[in-house]
């Protein structure tokens, strides 16, 4: 499958985020991993410094990340958003738009979005976010709480399961999303044009 099956003057780009905790004016984003969804394949992984102490262990068992370890290695802040600012633009081609895909989007939205600004002033994608839980909504008829990852991911998957790391992470959704994408597709083609019928 193509990105331009329909035309769309869009650059899908699938990302992920693991953190210290839930709100991003409390905690710190400690790693971006993302991915264009279709192809020329391209990319992006970076592991940031901590920006204060706070951290919920729950997270960081999840993730496998250490705030030590990260304050010594990880980017700075500002440079590691510099850098997936650099390479969300590289990626999209001109005269398009790129699109910020996630699952559960609400939340890796608000981490990229508030460092965008906060260290960058801008944010790239804009206003663009599409939430890959919507989508398998809207897709299947299905009720919210039938959407976590362990259903979404039965369905496209079989019994593999996510890894926790950012970029492995981004991969993942980007093949459920465009498996979900053609999935949609296939029931828009099948659909019989009401105009058919007169």
């Given at each position: 499958?193509?990105?331009?099956?329909?035309?769309?003057?869009?650059?899908?780009?699938?990302?992920?985020?693991?953190?210290?905790?839930?709100?991003?004016?409390?905690?710190?984003?400690?790693?971006?991993?993302?991915?264009?969804?279709?192809?020329?394949?391209?990319?992006?992984?970076?592991?940031?410094?901590?920006?204060?102490?706070?951290?919920?262990?729950?997270?960081?068992?999840?993730?496998?990340?250490?705030?030590?370890?990260?304050?010594?290695?990880?980017?700075?802040?500002?440079?590691?958003?510099?850098?997936?600012?650099?390479?969300?633009?590289?990626?999209?081609?001109?005269?398009?738009?790129?699109?910020?895909?996630?699952?559960?989007?609400?939340?890796?939205?608000?981490?990229?979005?508030?460092?965008?600004?906060?260290?960058?002033?801008?944010?790239?994608?804009?206003?663009?976010?599409?939430?890959?839980?919507?989508?398998?909504?809207?897709?299947?008829?299905?009720?919210?709480?039938?959407?976590?990852?362990?259903?979404?991911?039965?369905?496209?998957?079989?019994?593999?399961?996510?890894?926790?790391?950012?970029?492995?992470?981004?991969?993942?959704?980007?093949?459920?999303?465009?498996?979900?994408?053609?999935?949609?597709?296939?029931?828009?083609?099948t659909r019989t044009d009401p105009k058919e019928n007169k």
């Amino acid at each position: 499958m193509t990105e331009n099956t329909n035309s769309c003057e869009e650059r899908y780009i699938s990302v992920d985020i693991e953190t210290a905790g839930p709100s991003p004016r409390i905690y710190s984003m400690l790693s971006i991993g993302a991915c264009t969804v279709f192809e020329p394949t391209s990319t992006f992984y970076a592991e940031l410094q901590p920006v204060n102490d706070n951290f919920l262990p729950q997270a960081l068992l999840v993730s496998g990340l250490k705030m030590e370890s990260l304050k010594a290695r990880g980017l700075p802040p500002a440079q590691a958003m510099q850098q997936f600012a650099g390479w969300v633009e590289q990626v999209t081609p001109a005269g398009h738009k790129p699109v910020f895909v996630a699952f559960n989007a609400p939340f890796d939205w608000m981490f990229v979005n508030d460092y965008f600004h906060n260290y960058l002033g801008r944010n790239p994608f804009g206003h663009n976010a599409l939430d890959v839980k919507a989508f398998f909504m809207g897709l299947t008829g299905s009720c919210w709480q039938e959407t976590s990852m362990r259903n979404v991911t039965r369905r496209y998957f079989g019994a593999r399961e996510l890894t926790h790391h950012a970029l492995r992470d981004a991969l993942d959704q980007a093949e459920i999303f465009r498996r979900m994408l053609a999935e949609a597709r296939e029931h828009s083609a099948t659909r019989t044009d009401p105009k058919e019928n007169k």
